[in-house]
């Protein structure tokens, strides 16, 4: 089944406590990113990745990492989170930013609480 | 710097009560605008992809357009599964991705 996992599902942790979310799409897809997700903010883009060893900053990058290493897996890492990172997180991925390739398949999210 | 704003916030229909969401958009280009479904607790499902003024494209109960400046979903007669957020996407002339805070919308049986 064509799909994109995230893991965890669910995180609570402690101010300043490294952490590192996953993502692995099984697509074969070239473009793969990052967003939060907030009330009345709606989705906003935090990294993406148009191929292995390229990465590129979304509209809200602060205080987050990533790497592409490997062309299925694209790993969000935060360094040092804060309570202003506490959000919904989606990883999604796609063929790529050609005509008629561009659309996103999401994972199920992560739901990160830093206290 | 590119905007993308949807309306109304929320909208309650009756079954069968058809009905249109709006999203405006600013953006210094455009490759494409995007439309997606998304339940409670879920990722966000593709709908649509629209990529130039005049352009329709249709799926059950659900009809989007594309002009210059805006998109419209129209719901024609609702069902309560039709319930869900909508999310409205612009794709401009670069990698990235802008989203608009979405519509909520409740069919009640």
């Known amino acids: 089944e064509a799909q994109v996992t995230q893991n965890p599902r669910y995180l609570i942790t402690v101010t300043g406590k490294k952490l590192t979310v996953t993502c692995s799409q099984n697509?074969?897809?070239?473009?793969m990113s990052w967003y939060r997700q907030d009330p009345g903010l709606g989705l906003r883009q935090i990294y993406y990745s148009m191929n292995v060893e390229v990465t590129d900053k979304g509209d809200v990058p602060e205080g987050y990492k990533v790497s592409r290493k490997e062309k299925r897996n694209f790993p969000l890492i935060l360094e040092s989170p804060s309570p202003n990172q506490t959000s919904l997180y989606f990883c999604?991925?796609?063929?790529?930013?050609?005509?008629?390739?561009?659309?996103?398949?999401f994972g199920p999210g992560t739901r990160l609480t830093v206290t | 710097e590119d905007q993308v704003t949807q309306s109304p916030e929320a909208l309650r229909l009756q079954e069968g009560e058809s009905s249109s969401l709006n999203c405006s958009y600013t953006?210094?280009?455009?490759?494409?605008l995007f439309w997606y479904r998304q339940d409670p607790g879920k990722g966000p499902e593709f709908l649509f992809t629209?990529?130039?003024a005049g352009e329709e494209k249709e799926k059950e109960r659900l009809k989007a357009t594309l002009t210059k400046k805006e998109s419209f979903l129209h719901i024609t007669a609702p069902k309560p599964e039709d319930s869900a957020t909508y999310l409205c996407a612009v794709h401009p002339n670069d990698y990235k991705l802008s989203f608009g805070a979405g519509t909520t919308v409740t069919v009640r049986a």
């Open positions: 953006v210094s280009g455009l490759r494409g």
């Open positions: 697509m074969n897809h070239e473009y």
């Open positions: 629209l990529y130039s």
């Open positions: 999604a991925s796609s063929w790529g930013v050609a005509k008629t390739s561009y659309e996103q398949y």
